[in-house]
C-alpha cells in the first residue's frame, strides 16, 4: 500500500516511488508473509494489487525504515537481500525498438538481453549500496548492515568492473551504477549502428563487444563473492525480485523462468506477473519450473469476499492512523451494509427477525410482490410470521443464506414483474444505493490496495472534514459511482485486437453483457436461492473472446476462481472459472456474492458462438453501445 494522489487507477502506483516512500505506509498481509519465505516465488496479480509494493518492500532500505507495528517480526523472518529491478513500459519499448526494428531476430535478441543483463547488474550495485546504508537517513533498525573499511570499496568495485568490462570510472559503487546506465545508452547506439551497417561484417563487430555476452547471473554471481569476501561476511541468500515481468521480451521471460531451476544456490527469484499469459514455456515446457516444488505461486486477488476482509481491515487501520482517526472502526464510519444479515452468533439474532424487523419487512415486501419466491416458502415450509422462532441451525440455513438475494430482489422489484431495465440504463446514486455500508464497500474495492486508498480515503476525508458519523448512504453512493465509472472508464482505453471475421468487441461490452445475465438471472427470473454469479470458459467460446477475457482479468474485471490452488497461472482460460469484479456490481446491479457457476456459452447464447471453419461468427448478442 502506498500514498499518492490523482486518478485512482493510473496515480497511486508504487512503480514511482523509493523505498523509503513505499514502506512508510506500507501494510503486511499473508501475501507478504509468503513472500518473506527463502523460497522462488511468482506473484500474480492484476494492475493496482500491489505486486510493485511487495518487491519493493524485500529492499534492505525499506526493510530498515518500515514503522508499522509489527515490522519486527517481519524484518526478523527475512535471511536474504533483496535485488529490485523494475521492467516497466518504457523499458520494453525501448527494448523493441532496437535497431528500428530492422535487425535479424537473432541479433535483436542479444541485444535486448544485454539491455536486460545491464538492468539487472545495476540493481546488485544499488544492493550493495543498500547494504552498506547509503542514502538511507531514516533507518530505525540495522538488518546487516556492511561497513567497508577504507579501500574496500575501491577494491571491490575495481575487481567487478573487470569482469563487467567497464572501464575509465572512479572506482566506487556510485561510478559503477553511473556506467551501468552509460552502458544501456551505448547499447541503443551499437543497434542503431548495425541497424545502418547491415549484416556484413556484423558478427565480427558483435563479437569484439565483450560486455554484450555478459551472462546475467553469472555476472552478478561473481559480483557478490567480491562484495561479501572483501567485506568479511558470510556468503548469504539474494532474492532477484523482477517487476512487471510480462512487459519484457518473451526471451527475458524464459531467461528469467529457467532460472528458477539454476543451480546456483546463491539467488531466490521473485517474479511478478499478470494473472493470465499466453506464453505456455511457464508451465508446460519440459524445462519449466514446477508449482510447488520449485517455487510458490502468490495470487494477489480473492475469489471469495471474505478472504479480503483482513487485508481491508488492515489497510483501515493504518488510513486512519495516517489521517489521525485510530479509533474510527468500519462500521461506525461506513455504517452496516444493505446486504448484511445478523450473525448466526449475533444475541439479537431473533430480533433481527421479529415481525416489525427490517429483515422481516423484506421477507414480507418481497413475498408480496414475487409470486415465485412465494412458491419458494411454501416449498421450504417457511412462515414469514414465525422467523425468529425458528431453529436457529434451520434458520443459518434456509433465511440467512438468501438474505442477501432477498434485499437485492426487493431492491430491484416494483411488483409481480421485476423492472425491464438493468441499473446502469440510468445510473444514478439511487441505483447504487445497496452497495453501500462497510462490508459492501470492502468487497467492492476486491482487495486491491488502489483502489480500496482511492475510494476509502475519499470516505474517510469527507468524515473528517463533516465530523458527523457514520457517513450518509447518499454521500457513500456518490463515491462509489464514481470509483466504478473510473474503473469502467480504465477498461474502455484496453486495445481491441482486430477480427477479419467479425467487429472487434471490446471488455464493456462483454462484461455488460455478462453482467446483465447476472443480473437478470438474481432479479428477473424465478427466485432462486443461489441465483448465478460466477461462469466458465466453455469449449463453445469462441477463440477471439479468450483475448479479451484474458485482457479483463489482467486488468482486474474478472477475478479467477481456481478449482485447484495449486495451478495459480493462467495459461488457458478454457475450462476455468471466473467471476466479475464486484467493482462492477453498483453499475450493472448483480449480487457481491460468488454464485454459482454458469457455462460461458450459455450467457452468449450458444449457437452464436461456435466457432465455423472460417472463424467465430459475429455475435450480435453483445452490445457494442460504449456510452451506454
Known sequence: ????????????????????????????????????????????GPRGSGKTTLLKMLQPSALESWKHVDAGNYVNSIDFTGIFVATDISWSKQLSLL????????????????????HALKAVVTAFQQRMGIGNSQSIRDIGRVKLVPGT????????????????????????????????????EVASREAVLGSVGQQERLADIPYLHLHFLQAAAYAIEV???????????????????????ESIQQELVSSIRS??????????????????????????????????????????????RAFCEGLWTELANQKGVKDWTPRAV?????????????????????????????????????????????????????????????????????????????????GDEPDDEPPNSARSRKTVRPYVGADSIFALSEGNPRIFIGLVGVLLDIAIRKGVLPISPSVQ????????????????????????SRPSIGVIPLLRTIARYFHADAIKGD?????????????????????????????????????????????????????????????????????????????????????TDAGPVQMEFIERDENA
Not at 490523482?6 to 513505499?22: C, D, K, M, Y
Not at 562484495?227 to 521480451?249: H, N, Q, R, T, V
Not at 470509483?483 to 477498461?491: G, I, N, V, Y
Open 99 to 118: 535497431g528500428r526494428g530492422v535487425l535479424e531476430p537473432s541479433i535483436a535478441q542479444l541485444l535486448s538481453l544485454a539491455c536486460f543483463t545491464t
Open 227 to 249: 562484495f561479501e569476501d572483501e567485506a568479511g561476511i558470510s556468503a548469504g541468500k539474494w532474492a532477484y525480485s523482477f517487476d512487471e515481468l510480462e512487459l519484457a521480451p
Open 334 to 414: 461506513l455504517g452496516g451494509s444493505y446486504f448484511e444479515a445478523p450473525s448466526e452468533e449475533s444475541e439479537d439474532e431473533r430480533a433481527a427477525y421479529a415481525p416489525g424487523s427490517r429483515w422481516a419487512k423484506r421477507f414480507k415486501a418481497l413475498a408480496a410482490k414475487d409470486q415465485t419466491f412465494r412458491a419458494h416458502l411454501a416449498q421450504r415450509g417457511i412462515d414469514l410470521a414465525r422467523l425468529h422462532l425458528m431453529d436457529h441451525e434451520v434458520r443459518a440455513a434456509e433465511i440467512r443464506k438468501i438474505a442477501p438475494i432477498v434485499a437485492l430482489r426487493d431492491f430491484y422489484r416494483k
Open 1 to 44: 500500500m502506498n500514498r499518492s494522489g490523482g486518478s485512482i487507477f493510473e496515480s497511486i502506483n508504487a512503480r514511482t516511488l523509493t523505498p523509503l516512500q513505499v514502506s512508510e505506509t506500507f501494510v503486511p498481509s499473508a501475501h507478504f508473509a509468503d513472500l518473506c519465505r527463502r523460497r522462488h516465488s511468482i506473484v500474480l
Open 263 to 308: 543451480t546456483d544456490e546463491r539467488f531466490l527469484f521473485k517474479l511478478a506477473l499478470n494473472p493470465f499469459t499466453s506464453n505456455s514455456y511457464l508451465l508446460q515446457a519440459p524445462s519449466s519450473p514446477a508449482p510447488g516444488q520449485d517455487f510458490d505461486q502468490i495470487s494477489l486477488w480473492y475469489a471469495e469476499r471474505r478472504s479480503a
Open 527 to 611: 427466485f432462486k436461492a443461489e441465483p448465478c454469479g460466477s461462469f466458465g470458459v466453455d469449449a463453445r467460446t469462441a477463440d477471439d473472446l479468450l483475448v479479451v477475457l484474458g485482457q479483463a482479468l489482467n486488468a482486474g474485471a474478472i477475478i479467477y476462481v481456481p478449482d485447484d490452488e495449486g495451478q495459480i497461472i493462467v495459461t488457458s482460460l478454457r475450462g476455468k472459472r471466473f467471476r466479475l469484479s464486484y467493482l462492477l456490481a453498483p453499475l450493472y446491479g448483480f449480487p457481491i456474492r460468488l454464485g454459482r457457476k454458469v457455462a460461458l456459452s450459455s450467457i452468449l447464447g450458444t449457437s452464436q458462438v461456435v466457432p
Open 153 to 188: 570499496e575501491s577494491l571491490i568495485d575495481s575487481e567487478v568492473a573487470k569482469t563487467w568490462h567497464v572501464v575509465g570510472i572512479t572506482p566506487s559503487f556510485f561510478s559503477l551504477r553511473q556506467a551501468m546506465t552509460r552502458r544501456l545508452l551505448e547499447i541503443r
Open 477 to 500: 453512493a456518490d463515491q462509489i459511482l464514481e470509483t466504478a465509472e473510473k474503473f469502467s472508464a480504465m477498461l474502455r482505453t484496453i486495445p481491441v485486437e482486430p477480427s477479419r
